[in-house]
């Protein structure tokens, strides 16, 4: 579990105080895109209008904010980057007030450009009674060749020093996607450059380090029609051809309530798992999502941590109404309260008993997780799968000790089950002191006890419980040389770094 803990342990040090993902680090991100303006106008209705079957909606307040890719610039400033963004609005109220609200957050507008005659697009929201009514689009004129060079020459400018550049294409034209060849020259080595885009073939020369489609945009991408099946399958069975016509490193296809699915020129996958609302009046979640894993990626987080964060924050806007905004203090918050979904057995048997009331399957597998692999995490996302609630139960110390031996386990329960929670596949974690789960699946009574692949049921002590109370055993892929013991191994029979070899000769 060590790089995986070790990961969770960096974004933890999450400073709600200085701005920043990371405490010690505020990363430079430019934003081009089309900067929108949000408006949500809240009201009442208390009577139907008399000349048409219609509602009277008595308007009370008017909230405003930034929308589009002036929202995923709001969301990358709230978790701390320095925020350059580029793009047009008009010389309209609606463009005065978009500018406005991004310096009002600290973002540097001096690279928008204001066109008179450009219509700024607005989308404005009637919400009455927390009932979303009706929205009214409007603007979104093309920009003319002069002015999208102009964007383009500021957009070369500014990535000079940028650690990341997020581009927000949104398809009302006017972009600079001619410079698409050229920009990677522009830019620093370590420039990590992310498209955003409703099409994102247009960028494909740019060679992205990560395009994020949802799930029409990536049907629309390898025009293929909608297959009516499980959808990360799907994308996980076209993974190549997703890859080949973005030209890009990696594809995190995003799959609105479902999550989202890593598509990876190196042949990594992985999932992460939303927790929905059955309602919500809440825009942007999406922005809120590619604004977290852009900055993760900006701070050096690994592409797979950097999904888990972007979850989160996607989470924690869609719990919100109006346009979403995730902020460090936000981040901070929700990684400091994973406890909260590591259970005691007798509490965790409520919640499942509730789960199952609403009609979830509940998947219970066990394990002791001692130093979480690419093979803990690949059959978590398989298991998660099956059912609608994950439930991890992890073996106590004195259990591990028992199985594995004195030298184990090397990393407490408490570290184990919080690493465990941090992954947004596992709903519950919680730690029993048997050797085997029985007990722990005699109490919840799961439907369906998940086991990786180097078993078999008839070498499951649990199984006969599983059985007995109707459930059923599954056996999940085996992801060969990934276990924990020989992880352990391997760090046993390493050599000790030249620096420790010194200091122990020094000593001796």
Request: charged share 20%.
């Amino acid at each position: 579990m060590k790089a995986r803990s070790e990961e969770f342990a960096a974004l933890r040090g999450l400073n709600p105080q200085v701005p920043g993902l990371l405490a010690e680090a505020r990363p430079h991100i430019v934003v081009l895109g089309e900067l929108l303006l949000d408006s949500w106008w809240d009201g009442t209705v208390e009577r139907m209008c008399r000349e048409a079957p219609a509602p009277v909606v008595d308007m009370g307040l008017r909230r405003f904010a930034p929308g589009g890719a002036a929202n995923t610039a709001v969301n990358l400033a709230a978790m701390g980057a320095q925020v350059t963004v580029i793009g047009a609005v008009g010389l309209d109220r609606g463009g005065t007030t978009v500018v406005s609200l991004l310096q009002e957050a600290g973002i540097d507008t001096s690279n928008v450009l204001v066109v008179p005659g450009h219509r700024t697009t607005s989308k404005t929201r009637v919400v009455a009674s927390g009932q979303l009514l009706l929205r009214m689009d409007d603007g979104g004129t093309p920009l003319a060749p002069e002015q999208t060079a102009a964007l383009g020459a500021a957009l070369e400018t500014a990535c000079a020093d940028a650690d990341a550049v997020l581009i927000a294409d949104y398809g009302s034209g006017g972009l600079p996607v001619h410079l698409a060849p050229a920009l990677r020259a522009k830019a620093a080595a370590h420039t990590v450059f992310v498209v955003d885009a409703h099409d994102v073939r247009p960028w494909a020369p740019l060679a992205p380090d990560v395009v994020t489609p949802n799930w029409q945009e990536a049907l629309r991408l390898v025009q293929l029609p909608d297959p009516r099946r499980p959808r990360a399958q799907w994308a996980l069975d076209h993974q190549e051809a997703l890859l080949a016509a973005a030209q890009a490193a990696n594809v995190v296809v995003t799959l609105d309530q479902e999550g989202t699915v890593l598509l990876a020129a190196a042949r990594t996958t992985h999932r992460t798992w939303a927790r929905p609302v059955s309602e919500t009046q809440t825009a942007g979640a999406g922005d809120t999502f590619v604004a977290a894993l852009t900055l993760a990626r900006a701070c050096g987080v690994p592409l797979t941590t950097a999904m888990d964060l972007a979850q989160m924050a996607a989470d924690i806007a869609v719990h919100r109404s109006g346009t979403a905004v995730c902020s460090t203090a936000d981040l901070a918050h929700r990684l400091g309260n994973f406890a909260e979904r590591v259970l005691e057995p007798q509490e965790l048997a409520r919640h499942v008993a509730a789960a199952r009331s609403q009609g979830q399957r509940v998947v219970l597998t066990n394990g002791c997780f001692d130093v979480l692999h690419r093979g803990h995490t690949s059959y978590l996302n398989q298991a998660r799968q099956l059912g609608e609630l994950l439930i991890v139960g992890l073996n106590s110390d004195a259990s591990v000790r028992r199985l594995k031996g004195s030298g184990r386990p090397l990393n407490q329960a408490a570290d184990r089950a919080g690493v465990l929670a941090a992954l947004s596949c596992v709903d519950y974690v919680t730690v029993f002191g048997e050797d085997t789960a029985v007990d722990l699946i005699r109490l919840l009574k799961p439907d369906i006890y998940a086991k990786g692949g180097d078993y078999s049921p008839e070498m499951l002590a649990e199984t006969q419980q599983v059985l007995a109370h109707g459930g059923r055993v599954e056996i999940l892929d085996y992801v060969p040389d990934h276990s924990t013991t020989a992880l352990v191994e391997k760090m046993a029979a390493a050599p000790p770094p030249a620096s420790l070899e010194a200091a122990s000769s020094d000593t001796a």
